[in-house]
């Protein structure tokens, strides 16, 4: 009995899922994290180069379509997971929404406010699912975090601070490429600024911004940025791909400081320690592994399956509302910030 009969025996199909693109992170997360997700089961993957889509398709068990449009055809498939280039986002979104299919895009869901708002219109026009492939949320050492700062562990919180940066990146690489929306801060940048709303809200305002910005590939390839709450509280991030590698995060209260580190890709082994640093005294909290790729995938996945039992997304306005959010944010950084020459550091 194939995994599907089961899945389908026990009361309800799972989700067939089409891949259009075979990106590193398709191939290294999201394909094994399908696999292991419990109402996903993936049914065609495509790429540009057809040699690559066999590949992916005899390493996890499904089949090679022919191209995109192919996927997009497909009466066995659901719904599409897009890996591409952020600047492709808007033109497959909105093909495989006109083919009937859920879509779950790689973050951020569209290079600007603009096309962010037509998805997410096009998609509640046609009673589908859209989602951006945002997955750190789902990992549980955040709500876990942000539990004990709601129960006061280190007073009111006052302050956040975040950091995602990588080493260099080879010449060739995409995120090099301004016509396919590169850059670090749609890039890394995403991690840092949206974990600030995740932690202190959406009332977020930049108070300040630098980016660094590279003459020779024309994108920026890091930055630092401030924001400020209604309320005063504020956010001090940073991102690049200028660096060693470094993903943590610190909140500062009256009476304390909790932080992680590798905070937002973290492997599905890792069980994360949370410092809690207070006047007198230092504790450690170790968290339970998660598998945040699954997680994010099998959360789509139950918004489609209770779509298709209901009619409705049941969490179409507030995820609708958290992605126009981060993108208003993204660009009114991009908008407001200094631009520095980039370091190019080795």
Sequence with gaps: MTRQETLAGSGEPPVRLGVLGASSVARRRTLPAALAAPN????????????????????????????????????????????????????????????????????????????????LAAAASRGLVIRQN?????HGQHAAVRDLVRAGRIGSLVEFQSAFCIPSLPAADIRHRPELGGGALLDVGVYPISAARFFLGDDLEVAGAVLRWDDEYGVDAGGSVLLRSVGGRTATLSFGFEHGY????????????????????????????????????????????????????????DAVLATRRTGADPEREAQAASALGLAQLLADIAAKAQRVPATRGA
Aim: hydrophobic share 45%; net charge negative; glycine share 4%.
């Design 40 to 119: 996903v089961v993936l049914a065609a993957v495509a790429s540009r180069d057809r040699e690559k889509a066999e590949r992916l398709a005899a390493e996890f068990g499904c089949r090679a379509a022919k191209d995109y449009d192919a996927v997009l055809a497909s009466p066995d498939v659901d719904a599409v997971y897009l890996p591409l280039p952020a600047a492709l986002h808007r033109r497959w979104t909105l093909a495989a929404l006109a083919a009937g299919k859920h879509v779950l895009v790689e973050k951020p869901m569209a290079t600007d406010v603009a096309e962010t708002a037509e998805l």
């Design 246 to 301: 470094g993903a943590r995060y610190l909140l500062w209260g009256g009476s304390g400081r909790i932080s992680v580190d590798r905070v937002f890709t973290p492997p599905e082994w890792l069980r994360p320690v949370v410092r809690i640093e207070e006047q007198d005294r230092v504790e450690e909290i170790v968290l339970p592994a998660d598998h945040q790729f699954r997680n994010s995938l099998s959360a789509f996945a």
């Design 134 to 138: 945002l997955t750190y949320p789902h």
